[in-house]
C-alpha cells in the first residue's frame, strides 16, 4: 500500500475510530459457535451439569473437521479445525475437542488477523466439564478458562497479566455456545417441525441465555463432490437467527450465520491454502471489510460531526428497537438525539446505582491498577460530573487510536495505552466507576464525516444528575447529536447488536 494512503487511513482512523464491537462481538460470538457449537451437533459435546443424553454414533471415536469460512460472494476468509476424541480425566470418561479458527479480514482498508484457539472437556455422565479459551490479533491476549459442576461455573479471564475471577449459577442442561446462535447443538434427533430450548454460556462474550433449535426442513447439498441429505437446524439466541445443514450421522457440513458468513466442509489442504497464494481463486483474494459491510447509509439530510441535535426516521426488520433515555427520545420509528448541556453545580450520587460502580469480568473497576489510576486523574475533586470530564480528558489523550481486533478489557487498555472505541469505553467505565462516578456503556451508531455513513460505535454514559453520553474516542466530554444508542450494558448485552446488523434503514429528518 502507498505511504500516502496508508497515512490517510490512519488519519481517517484516529479522527474517527468506529466501532468493531458490532462486528467484534458478531464475529467472536459467531466464531465461539462454529468452532465449539458446531462440534455439538456432531455429538462431540454433551450437557454440560444434570442429566447426560446418550453420545451422537460420531462421538465414539476420533474425528478431524475442517470448515471453510467464506463471505457472501464465496471469498474465503478464514477456517475453523475441530478434532476430538474419547478421553478421561481423574477416572471420568467423556469427550475432549480441541479447536483452531483463524480469520482475515479488513478492517477501513486496514488488514487484521483473528485466531482462537481452545479446547473443552465434556464428561458423559456426572463430573466437572472443563474448557480453555483464548483469542489473539496481534500483540493482544484474552483466555477465558473454567468449569462447570452442579449448576455452578466457575471461571477467570486472563487479561494484562492478571487472572479476574468470574463465577456464577447456570442452567442445569447447558451447551458452550456463542451470542451468534449458530450452533445446532447436541440436542436429540429432530424430525421436521420439532424443537427445543436448552441454556447456553458464551466462553467469549461471558454470558447465558436461551437457545431455541428447531429443524425446519430436508434438503441435498452437494459437498465435496457429492450429494448428501441433511436436515435444515434453525437456532435462535437473543433474537439472532442462524442454519446448520446436518447429515443423518449428525455431522454439520453447512451453516449460515445473520453476518452474511457462511461456513462449509471443505478438505483440509484447502483449509490451509491461503487466500492470497498463487493459483488461489480471484474471489477469495478480494477478502471483506467488515467495518465497510455493515455501514448504514443513510438517506434524507447529510449529518455532521459536532451537531447539537438530530431527528431520524429508524426502522428495522428485527425484533428489537430502541429505547428513550435522557439524551433520546423515541417514538416508533422516529428517533431525537439533543446534545446534554454540560451539567453545573454538585451532584450527588443517589441510591440504587451499584451496578454502575462495581467491577465486572473485562470493567475492572475494582483493581488496584484502575483505581490508582482513577486516583491520579481526579486528584481529589469530588464533584460528580468534574471527575467525568478529568476522566475523559485524560482517555483522550493518552490512548492512542488504532484498531484492536480482541475482546475489550480496562486493564489491557490500561497497560497498552492503545485501542479502538470498545477499548476507550470500557477503560473509561472502569476508571469512572473507580472513581466514584456511576457509568455504563452504550452502543449504537455513530456519524462519520469522512466515511459519509453510520458505523457502529461504542461510548460511555455517566450519570451526573441524569445520564449523560460522554465519548472519549472523539474527544467529545458531551457526546453530539450524531450518536444513536441502539443497546447500553456490559459486555454480555453486546452481542445484541447483531440483531441489528442487516436489518436497519436510516432517514436523517433534521439535523442542527
Known amino acids: 500500500m502507498p505511504l500516502r494512503k496508508r497515512k490517510e487511513i490512519q488519519k481517517v482512523l484516529r479522527r474517527s475510530t468506529l466501532i468493531r464491537r458490532g462486528v467484534v462481538a458478531v464475529i467472536i460470538g459467531f466464531w465461539a459457535v462454529m468452532m465449539v457449537g458446531l462440534a455439538y451437533r456432531e455429538g462431540y459435546l454433551p450437557f454440560l451439569g444434570g442429566p447426560r443424553r446418550a453420545p451422537a454414533p460420531r462421538s465414539t471415536k476420533p474425528s478431524d473437521t475442517w470448515m471453510g469460512i467464506y463471505t457472501a460472494g464465496g471469498a474465503r476468509v478464514g477456517f ?34 483473528i485466531s482462537i484457539t481452545g479446547s473443552a472437556f465434556l464428561p458423559m455422565e456426572k463430573g466437572i466439564a472443563n474448557f480453555n479459551f483464548q483469542v489473539r490479533s496481534g500483540d493482544h491476549t484474552m483466555r477465558v478458562a473454567g468449569a462447570v459442576k452442579d449448576g455452578m461455573l466457575d471461571a477467570s479471564v486472563f487479561t494484562a497479566g492478571e487472572e479476574i475471577p468470574l463465577r456464577f449459577p447456570v442452567g442445569d442442561d447447558l451447551f458452550i455456545a456463542g451470542g451468534m446462535g449458530s450452533a445446532t447443538l447436541n440436542v436429540p434427533a429432530l424430525r421436521v417441525g420439532e424443537e427445543v430450548l436448552v441454556d447456553t454460556f458464551d466462553p467469549m462474550t461471558l454470558s447465558s441465555g436461551k437457545a431455541r433449535v428447531k429443524c425446519v426442513d430436508e434438503e441435498v447439498l452437494e459437498i465435496l463432490g457429492e450429494r448428501v441429505r441433511t436436515k435444515v437446524i434453525v437456532t435462535n ?61 443513510p438517506s434524507g439530510k447529510t449529518p455532521h460531526r459536532g451537531a447539537t441535535r438530530m431527528t431520524v ?108 472505541c470498545n477499548e476507550h469505553a470500557v477503560l473509561y467505565t472502569a476508571l469512572a466507576r473507580a472513581a466514584g462516578v456511576p457509568a455504563r456503556v452504550a452502543c449504537g451508531l455513530v456519524w462519520s464525516d469522512e466515511l459519509e455513513g453510520f458505523y457502529y460505535h461504542a461510548w460511555p454514559e455517566v450519570w451526573a444528575g441524569k445520564w449523560v453520553w460522554v465519548d472519549p474516542t472523539f474527544g467529545q466530554p458531551i457526546a453530539d447529536a450524531t450518536h444513536i444508542k441502539l443497546i447500553s450494558g456490559s459486555i454480555e448485552q453486546w452481542t445484541q447488536l447483531a440483531a441489528y446488523i442487516g436489518q436497519l434503514q436510516l432517514e436523517v429528518i433534521a439535523v442542527e
Open 237 to 297: 439466541i437473543q433474537g439472532l437467527t442462524s442454519k446448520a445443514w446436518v447429515t443423518d450421522d449428525e455431522e454439520v457440513v453447512r451453516a449460515e450465520t445473520p453476518l452474511g458468513l457462511y461456513l462449509e466442509k471443505i478438505a483440509p489442504e484447502e483449509a490451509l491454502m491461503s487466500a492470497k497464494s498463487e493459483g488461489a481463486p480471484a474471489a477469495r483474494q478480494a477478502g471483506i471489510d467488515l467495518i465497510q459491510s455493515v455501514a448504514v447509509k
Open 313 to 420: 426516521r429508524l426502522t428495522s426488520a428485527g425484533p428489537q428497537r430502541p429505547q428513550s433515555d435522557d439524551v433520546q427520545t423515541v417514538e416508533g420509528e422516529q428517533i431525537t438525539i439533543a446534545a446534554t448541556a454540560e451539567p453545573a453545580g454538585p451532584v450527588a450520587v443517589p441510591e440504587g446505582m451499584d451496578e454502575f460502580l462495581v467491577s465486572d469480568a473485562l470493567i475492572q473497576a475494582g483493581h488496584p491498577r484502575i483505581k490508582e489510576m482513577a486516583a491520579q486523574i481526579v486528584a481529589g475533586e469530588t464533584d460528580v460530573w468534574r471527575k467525568a470530564r478529568k476522566i475523559h480528558d485524560w482517555v483522550f489523550q493518552n490512548i492512542e487510536k488504532v484498531p484492536v481486533f480482541s475482546i475489550p478489557s480496562a486493564l489491557e487498555t490500561l497497560e497498552t495505552r492503545e485501542g479502538d
Open 80 to 113: 475453523v479445525n475441530t478434532t476430538t476424541f474419547p478421553d478421561s480425566r481423574q477416572n471420568t470418561v467423556g469427550i475432549t475437542t480441541n479447536i483452531t479458527s483463524q480469520l482475515d479480514v479488513t478492517l477501513l482498508s486496514m488488514p487484521m488477523k
